[in-house]
Nanobody
């Protein structure tokens, strides 16, 4: 059973905007923390942003000021707003969820997460 399902990926030009969505199955509704990860051909899966409940948000330095994570709790949908796109944002983006209370740094570590989507590709061209 797919626990999380991403959508909204696609192609964009440098400087443009994309919004990714991630719908969670009922089993993920009580997850304590959520995140987005990116994986490109050149790099392993890396944390983009993670949030624990209504609390701390940890953004990767590369996306600070450009990307915003948000969540519709009632519908169990996680969003990632990607502003001012750059070619280096090109990757497959995965949403993830987990239970427990990871520390702030762990929010960007794939090993902290229990549930994963299958990813949605984002390609940014200049």
């Amino acid at each position: 059973q797919v626990q999380l399902r991403e959508s909204g990926g696609g192609s964009g030009q440098v400087g443009e905007f994309l919004r990714l969505s991630c719908v969670g199955a009922d089993s993920t509704a009580r997850a304590a923390f959520f995140g987005w990860f990116g994986q490109s051909l050149e790099h392993e899966r890396e944390g983009v942003v993670g949030v624990r409940g209504d609390g701390p948000i940890n953004y990767a330095d590369s996306v600070k000021g450009r990307f915003t994570i948000s969540r519709d709790k009632a519908k169990n949908i996680l969003f990632l707003e990607m502003n001012i796109l750059k070619p280096e944002d090109t990757a497959i983006y995965y949403c993830a969820a987990g239970r427990g209370t990871p520390n702030w740094m762990a929010l960007l570590k794939p090993s902290a997460y229990e549930f994963w989507g299958r990813g949605t590709p984002v390609t940014v061209s200049s």
